[in-house]
């Protein structure tokens, strides 16, 4: 079976961090992976980008697009998509698409930070 795990964090303890200390962190945070990757135990990992330039795509139709992240406390994550465009409009329009079968979704659009991919685990068994 994948889990997701995801990291949560008070972004702006993040964001006080020097250059230096966050590459610092990244580097022992890649330094764990690599066990894990070379058991083929990890797949991609990615490290989303400062929320403020997150967007949210809810509500009827086409959806509505709110600057930042506004999922409600009662939607949990249940999901992601890795998608790979030049621009926010672009990830939108693609969100949009994924609404047309999901419309009781919500998208949370943000850039990603770090992405470090994975050689793979290939289908998915339930």
Excluded: C
Excluded at 12 to 17: G, K, P, Q, R, S
Excluded at 49 to 67: E, S
């Amino acid at each position: 079976m994948l889990y997701a795990i995801l990291a949560y964090h008070v972004e702006d303890e993040l964001l006080a961090w020097t250059p230096e200390q966050d590459a610092a962190v990244v580097a022992k945070v890649i330094e764990v992976q690599a066990p894990l990757r070379a058991s083929g135990h990890l797949g991609p990992a990615a490290r989303l980008d400062d929320t403020r330039k997150a967007h949210t795509l809810r509500g009827p139709g086409a959806g509505m697009v709110l600057d930042g992240p506004f999922a409600e406390t009662k939607e949990q994550l249940l999901g992601f998509h890795l998608v790979d465009y030049d621009t926010d409009e672009e990830a939108i329009a693609a969100a949009r698409t994924l609404r047309q079968v999901n419309p009781t979704a919500v998208y949370e659009i943000r850039p990603v930070k770090l992405f470090v991919p994975a050689d793979g685990f290939g289908t998915t068994r339930g």
